[in-house]
């Protein structure tokens, strides 16, 4: 399995951005993909994840409803939709895959930088 990230960028506060990953290899849709992000000097944190299959979603508690996720499954690509971005959203974001409905993490991406400026 690979995964490649796209989407990171520099932006100002408030705006919005929406992160790509695709994922290549044997996922299928029994797969759950996701995000995480690490600033530094700070854990990794949970993002948002998928069930490929099911579409079934779930998110990290600080999302508030800011940020969404969601799946192509015949692209094997998992989205991340995130708006009115804040300066502590700045982080390295990466995307993770594993198999079965529980948190990826079998595989993960290089990752893909998210800079807010404020």
């Known amino acids: 399995v690979q995964l490649k990230e796209s989407g990171g960028a520099l932006v100002q506060a408030g705006a919005s951005l929406r992160l790509s990953c695709v994922g290549s290899g044997e996922i299928n849709s029994t797969f759950s993909m996701g995000w995480f992000r690490q600033a530094p000097g700070k854990e990794r944190q949970f993002v948002a994840a998928?069930?490929?299959?099911?579409?079934?979603?779930y998110y990290g508690d600080f999302v508030k409803g800011r940020f969404t996720i969601s799946r192509d499954l015949a692209k094997n690509t998992v989205y991340l939709q995130m708006n009115t971005l804040q300066s502590e959203d700045s982080a390295t974001y990466y995307c993770?895959?594993?198999?079965?409905?529980?948190?990826?993490?079998?595989?993960w991406g290089q990752g893909t930088q998210v800079t807010v400026s404020s």
């Open positions: 998928i069930i490929l299959g099911g579409g079934r979603a």
């Open positions: 993770a895959a594993g198999k079965g409905w529980g948190l990826p993490g079998d595989y």
